[in-house]
């Protein structure tokens, strides 16, 4: 989607190993979210951040942890990855906290954890 | 606690034919609402959204939905249904907490559209 992109789109990974995934905007939004998806469940929060540095769990976050450090980066990691965590994951960005607006949700990665 | 609930995990109807797709919510307030649609591996797209104006609402491709108090629900409709509308559909509701609004997701429902 236009001012919104994942990186990596596709990612299979080793169970133990540290992964990393990366969420650029360039409309400068303040609010920034990572979903997974999962059939059955539809998509489940895991962190979100109101600001640079501020940054909130969600519904699903164990395992994960996030990080922000300038306003169009959010960067959702894996500490140690596991197969339960092979999803599809979605960034969404906001400038109003989504209540009015809703997300502009970027393309998607699929991780697969072998 | 805020949520919703799509009642139907999938809907078939012919071409041609009307779209229901069901969502109950629950919220102690009058809530902000959402439907998003997802293609067969694509991101998701806003359909249409509510937030305490009119209650019916009306989206992109030719969908509504219609904000009912009463029945704390908010159904998405089509009066004609077409083959491009094969997709995930997912009900969405704003929630608030720790004073920051994010969305829950209904767990979605899958419309299929034979010819």
């Known amino acids: 989607d236009a001012g919104i992109t994942q990186s990596p789109r596709h990612k299979v990974t080793e169970t133990g190993t540290p992964v990393t995934l990366r969420c650029h905007q360039t409309e400068n939004h303040r609010y920034m979210y990572w979903y997974r998806q999962d059939p059955g469940h539809g998509l489940r929060l895991i962190h979100y951040s109101y600001g640079v540095k501020d940054t909130d769990k969600g519904e699903v976050s164990d395992g994960y942890s996030v990080s922000r450090s300038k306003t169009e980066d959010f960067l959702l990691t894996l500490e140690s990855a596991t197969s339960s965590q092979t999803s599809v994951y979605f960034c969404a960005i906001s400038d109003q906290g989504g209540v009015h607006y809703g997300y502009t949700f970027g393309s998607g990665t699929r991780l697969t954890v072998v | 606690a805020q949520s919703v609930t799509q009642l139907d995990s999938h809907v078939s109807v012919s071409e041609g034919t009307p779209v229901l797709l069901r969502c109950n919510y629950s919220?102690?307030?009058?809530?902000?609402l959402f439907w998003y649609v997802q293609h067969p591996n694509k991101g998701l797209q806003l359909l249409l959204k509510y937030t305490s104006a009119a209650t019916l609402v009306k989206g992109i491709n030719g969908f509504e939905a219609e904000f009912k108090k009463s029945e704390t629900s908010f159904h998405l409709t089509k009066p004609s249904a077409h083959m491009s509308d094969a997709a995930e559909y997912f009900c969405?509701?704003?929630?608030?907490?720790?004073?920051?609004?994010?969305?829950?997701f209904g767990k979605g429902t899958m419309l299929l559209v034979s010819p």
């Open positions: 969405v509701v704003s929630v608030t907490n720790s004073g920051y609004s994010t969305l829950t």
């Open positions: 919220s102690s307030y009058s809530p902000s």
